[in-house]
Nanobody, 128 residues
Framework: QVQLVESGGGLVQAGGSLRLSCAASGRTFSAYSMGWFRQAQGKEREFVSAIRWSGGSTYYADSVKGRFTISRDNAKNTVYLDMNSPKPEDTAVYYC?????????????????????WGQGTQVTVSS
């Protein structure tokens, strides 16, 4: 069992920066791929970014590519999402998730059903 706790959310101005963190319990964190998803009010939850267990491969939704960076520190059992130049449309609750099976390929790492564990979410609000 893995427990995930997100932090770092809050209010940020458009064009600023924000770092989200997701701390995981358990000794098997380094074996899991990790993902970030978000859900804006009134919309479905959507994929944002993912990173393989080793950190060697990263994936991004087109809407955040070039602005957001995912990384992980396996020694600290933590995955990060650096949000640079956020836009008002990035406003959402951000969730981190863990995938035990290290699913690869489009249609896999970006699919919510592939993830086994989820955090409770952290609110990010981007003001214009």
């Amino acid at each position: 069992q893995v427990q995930l706790v997100e932090s770092g959310g809050g209010l940020v101005q458009a064009g600023g920066s924000l770092r989200l963190s997701c701390a995981a319990s358990g000794r098997t964190f380094s074996a899991y791929s990790m993902g970030w998803f978000r859900q804006a009010q009134g919309k479905e939850r959507e994929f944002v970014s993912a990173i393989r267990w080793s950190g060697g491969s990263t994936y991004y939704a087109d809407s955040v590519k070039g602005r957001f960076t995912i990384s992980r520190d396996n020694a600290k059992n933590t995955v990060y999402l650096d949000m640079n130049s956020p836009k008002p449309e990035d406003t959402a609750v951000y969730y981190c998730a863990a995938d035990r099976h290290n699913c690869v390929g489009l249609g896999c790492y970006d699919s919510q059903s592939q993830y086994d564990y989820w955090g409770q979410g952290t609110q990010v609000t981007v003001s214009s």
